[in-house]
């Protein structure tokens, strides 16, 4: 049972109305969905369901089902479930979606400030990191953190487009990460570019100007192992 991603389409997009599909042991699947899925280093989205009496649920937090089909909603504890078919109205914890979005969206700009491969990283609420394929290097947490907020201030447009499997297999460069592979097999893989800056497959959600970020600093430069350095930025 397959939900529709209205996130992929619209990452403004904070409530909508949704059935229910089903409810599993790992949350309930609905057909539709306004809610991010925890993955590619960004965290599930919180929020709340509204059943059709009126009753409120918490939603702690958001994963795909094992058939990555699904979307799973994950209640808090001892809260009464909807039932199959039921009509329920969704709403983001928007302030916290929005945190994350303006992070994801500041650590495209850093894989272009530091163009080397990307090995990893991780978003959230206001701060995230990244992690490179780097030897030793002097890297300078203020010349990053000015070379940064330059391309912030640009507000440049950030937009999305979709290209086919076969594309991406022909414009392998479009790839910076090692271990997260842009999800395939479906036909076709979304792209997130910034205006004249990044070009990149992702399925997180962005702001849609890199002014909305704000001011970033660069926390510090962790050395994590041989020829891996640890990037970690925040929000000011």
């Given amino acids: 049972m397959k939900t529709e991603l209205l996130f992929r389409d619209d990452a403004y997009l904070r409530d909508a109305t949704a059935r ?3 409810v599993e042991e790992g949350g309930i699947r609905l057909d539709r969905t306004v809610f991010y899925a925890q993955g590619g280093g960004q965290p599930g989205d919180q929020g709340t369901i509204t059943r059709e009496d ?5 939603v702690a937090n958001t994963v795909y089902a094992a ?30 979606r929005f945190a994350r979005m303006r992070v994801h969206t500041a650590l495209h700009l850093l894989s272009v400030v530091l163009p080397y491969p990307v090995t990893g990283g991780a978003i959230g609420d206001g701060e995230g990191r ?8 002097n890297l300078d947490k203020d010349v990053i953190t000015e070379k940064l907020n330059a391309m912030i201030r640009t507000d440049a ?3 999305e487009r979709w290209i086919t499997d076969e594309e991406l297999l022909a414009n392998p460069g479009l790839v910076k990460t090692m271990s997260v592979k842009p999800p395939m097999g479906s036909g076709r893989v979304r792209l997130v570019e910034i205006a004249g800056l990044d070009l990149q497959p992702c399925g ?12 970033a600093v660069v926390r510090n430069v962790e050395k994590k192992g041989k020829q891996n350095r640890r990037v970690r930025i925040a929000l000011v």
Avoid: C, K, N
């Avoid at 990555?68 to 302030?95: F, K, S, Y």
């Avoid at 990244?130 to 290097?137: G, I, K, Q, V």
């Fill in 130 to 137: 990244l992690d490179f394929d780097l030897p030793e290097a």
């Fill in 157 to 159: 447009e950030v937009t």
């Fill in 204 to 215: 997180g959600t962005h702001v849609r100007r890199t002014g909305e970020i704000g001011e």
């Fill in 54 to 58: 009126g009753s409120v649920l918490t």
């Fill in 20 to 22: 229910v599909l089903a």
């Fill in 67 to 96: 058939d990555r089909l699904g979307i799973l909603h994950q209640t808090a504890p001892g809260q009464p479930l909807p039932t199959v078919g039921e009509m329920v109205a969704l709403a983001l914890d928007w302030p916290l």
